[in-house]
């Protein structure tokens, strides 16, 4: 497993931007999918982005696709979340999880390292 500590979380108006970064520990992180799920209050947790270990493939969920970006940079261990043209209804705690390998980035249940969170606010 891989430690995860997330930052850039925030309050941004209608239509703006946040970037989310997530720094990773270890020497072999290229070797992890990464994923940003989110839990809006009251409401079940999602997965809205994922991006392979050598950041070809990535996966957003249709609720993000065309407004958010994820990209990694494995030789400063992070991961980056784009995110353009917020909506209130992105207003979530935000995660960023790893799993070993690359087997699937849509299946939430492979992802076993997570990060403590951090709040994203979108008012309107």
């Known amino acids: 497993q891989v430690q995860l500590v997330e930052s850039g979380g925030g309050v941004v108006q209608a239509g703006g931007s946040l970037r989310l970064s997530c720094a990773a520990s270890?020497?072999?992180?290229?070797?992890?999918?990464s994923g940003w799920f989110r839990r809006p209050p009251g409401k079940e947790g999602e997965l809205v982005a994922a991006i392979g270990g050598s950041g070809v493939t990535a996966y957003y969920s249709d609720s993000v696709k065309g407004r958010f970006t994820i990209s990694r940079d494995n030789a400063k261990n992070t991961v980056i979340l784009q995110m353009n043209s917020l909506k209130p209804e992105d207003t979530a705690v935000y995660y960023c999880?790893?799993?070993?390998?690359?087997?699937?980035?849509?299946?939430?249940?492979?992802?076993?390292?997570w990060g403590q969170g951090t709040q994203v606010t979108v008012s309107s």
């Open positions: 270890g020497r072999t992180f290229s070797m992890y999918a």
């Open positions: 999880a790893a799993q070993y390998g690359s087997l699937s980035l849509r299946n939430s249940a492979l992802y076993n390292s």
